[in-house]
C-alpha cells in the first residue's frame, strides 16, 4: 500500500545525495520527472476501485469563491473560521483537534466567499519520516476515527485494516498521516484561494515546509504559468530553442525529463529562463495556479519590532485570530487576492440594485460569461 510511498522517498534521498552540477543536471531532470508521475499517482484514484470521490473532503461548493484554511496543528486555523464566518468549528489546544472539512460563509462587499477549515497538515508524512512512537499513536488515532470511510474514499489506503498488530502501527502512521494530507491538499486544490496559516512563534522554516507539501501535489502559489511552449510531433526529435539565456536547462535535461514521458519528438521553446521543474509543470498539465496569503496567527505573542518585520513580507497578513485583531485587514487582502469582479445590473427603468452585485472571477469575467451567470438562454437572445 506504501509503494509509491517509498518510491517517492527513495527518489528524495536520491536526489537530496546528488551533487548539483553541469554534469548531474540531466539526471536531476529525469528524477524530478518521476517524482511528479509518483506525486500524481498519490492523487489519482486508485486503479483497484474506491473511486477518485474521496479525494478531497466532501463539501459541495457554494458561493462565489472557495477559500481554504492550510497549516500545522494548532495554528488557529478553527479560531480563524469562527471569527470571520460565526461558523462552529471545534477549537481546542491539543493537535488535531480537526480531523475533517468544515465549511463557512463570509459575505464581502456583496459577495459569498465560502471559507474551509481543514485538518492540520502532518510534518514529514510526504517523506514518510514519522515523529516516533508520538506520531505513530497519533496516526493511528487518526486512522481509527476516519475508519468509517477510510478505506473506501481515500486512494492508496485500500486493505488497511483497522485491526493492525502493534509492530504494524508504524505503516498505518505513515498510511493515516500520508492521507489526511492528501486529503487536505485535494481540497485545497478545488480552491479560489489559499490562506496559509502560520503560527507567529513557530519557526519561521515551517512556511516552507507548508509550501512543499502544497507544491508536492501540483498547487503552484502565487506564480504565472510557465512562459513555455511544448508542442508535440510525430517525428523530428527534440527540438530546444530559447529566446533567452537560460541557465537552468539544456537539450540533455530536456531529453532526459522528454523521455521519462516516453516523448521522443517535440517542439519545446522557451521564453524565460525556465528550470526544469517548469518543464515538467507543462508536460504533466493539471497544475493550478493559486493565489496564496500566509495569514501569520498569534501575533497577541510576539514583540512590536516583531510585528514590523512580518508586516514587510510579501503576500504576509499578521493577525491574532482569538483577540480578533487585523481581521478586517486579512479580509481585504483575501479580496484582493480573488481579484473577483463585481457587476452591478439595472432594472429598465430603475436605479441599479447596489446590494446584490453579480459576482464573477478573475477567470471568467466577459459578457459572455455575464450572460451565462445570469440565465443559459440570455446569450442567444443577446444583442
Ligand atoms: N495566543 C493566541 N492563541 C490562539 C490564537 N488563535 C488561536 N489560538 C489558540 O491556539 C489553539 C489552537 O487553535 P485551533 O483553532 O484549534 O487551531 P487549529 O489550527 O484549528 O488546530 P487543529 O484543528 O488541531 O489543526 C487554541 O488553544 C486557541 O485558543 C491567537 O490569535 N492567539
Ligand atoms: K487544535
Ligand atoms: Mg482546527
Redesign the pocket.
Known amino acids: 500500500m506504501s509503494t509509491v510511498m517509498q518510491k517517492i522517498k527513495d527518489i528524495e534521498d536520491e536526489m537530496a545525495r546528488t551533487q548539483k552540477n553541469k554534469a548531474t543536471a540531466h539526471h536531476l531532470g529525469l528524477l524530478k520527472a518521476k517524482l511528479a508521475k509518483l506525486r500524481r499517482e498519490l492523487l489519482e484514484p486508485s486503479a483497484k476501485g474506491g473511486g477518485g470521490a474521496g479525494q478531497g473532503f466532501d463539501v459541495t461548493k457554494s458561493g462565489d469563491a472557495r477559500v481554504g484554511l492550510v ?1 500545522f ?7 480563524l473560521l469562527n471569527k470571520l464566518t460565526g461558523t462552529f468549528s471545534e ?3 491539543y ?4 480531523l475533517t472539512c468544515i465549511p463557512g460563509v463570509i459575505v464581502y462587499r456583496g459577495a459569498k466567499i465560502q471559507l474551509l ?1 481543514l ?2 497538515i502532518i510534518e514529514g508524512a510526504k517523506d514518510g519520516k514519522g515523529r516516533g512512537r508520538q506520531l505513530c499513536l497519533l496516526g493511528a488515532s487518526i486512522f481509527y476515527k476516519l475508519n468509517a470511510s477510510f478505506s473506501a474514499a481515500i486512494p492508496n489506503c485500500d486493505g488497511v485494516s483497522a485491526f493492525m498488530v502493534d509492530d504494524q502501527i508504524d505503516s498505518v502512521d505513515l498510511v493515516a498521516s500520508k492521507c489526511l494530507n492528501v486529503r487536505v491538499i485535494s481540497t485545497a486544490r478545488t480552491c479560489n484561494c489559499i490562506l496559509i ?1 502560520l503560527d507567529a512563534i513557530k519557526p519561521i522554516t515551517h512556511k516552507r515546509l507548508i509550501e512543499k507539501e502544497l507544491e508536492g501535489f501540483g498547487i503552484r502559489l502565487n506564480k504565472e504559468p510557465p512562459n513555455l511552449t511544448f508542442r508535440k510531433k510525430d517525428k523530428g526529435g527534440i527540438n530546444f530553442t530559447s529566446t533567452v539565456t537560460n541557465t537552468h536547462l539544456d537539450l540533455d535535461t530536456v531529453k532526459a525529463i522528454c523521455s521519462e514521458y516516453r516523448m521522443h519528438n517535440a517542439d519545446i521553446t522557451l521564453r524565460y529562463d525556465a528550470t526544469a521543474d517548469d518543464l515538467i509543470d507543462v508536460i504533466e498539465g493539471s497544475r493550478i495556479y493559486m493565489p496564496c496569503i500566509y495569514a501569520v ?2 501575533i ?2 510576539i514583540t512590536l519590532e516583531e510585528l514590523e518585520i512580518l508586516d514587510k513580507l510579501p503576500h504576509y497578513c499578521p493577525v ?4 480578533e485583531w487585523n481581521l478586517d485587514g486579512l479580509l481585504d487582502k483575501v479580496w484582493e487576492y480573488l481579484n473577483l469582479t463585481r457587476i452591478y445590473t439595472k432594472p429598465k427603468g430603475m436605479n441599479p440594485d447596489y446590494e446584490d452585485p453579480v459576482i464573477l472571477s478573475s477567470k471568467k469575467r466577459t459578457v459572455e460569461d455575464f450572460c451565462e451567470r445570469i440565465h443559459k438562454d440570455m446569450l442567444k437572445q443577446f444583442k
Request: charged share 20%; net charge negative.
Open positions: 497549516g496543528p494548532s495554528v488557529g486555523k478553527s479560531t477549537v481546542a489546544s493537535e488535531f483537534t480537526t477549515d485538518p492540520g496559516v496567527n498569534k497577541d505573542q491574532s485570530a482569538h483577540l
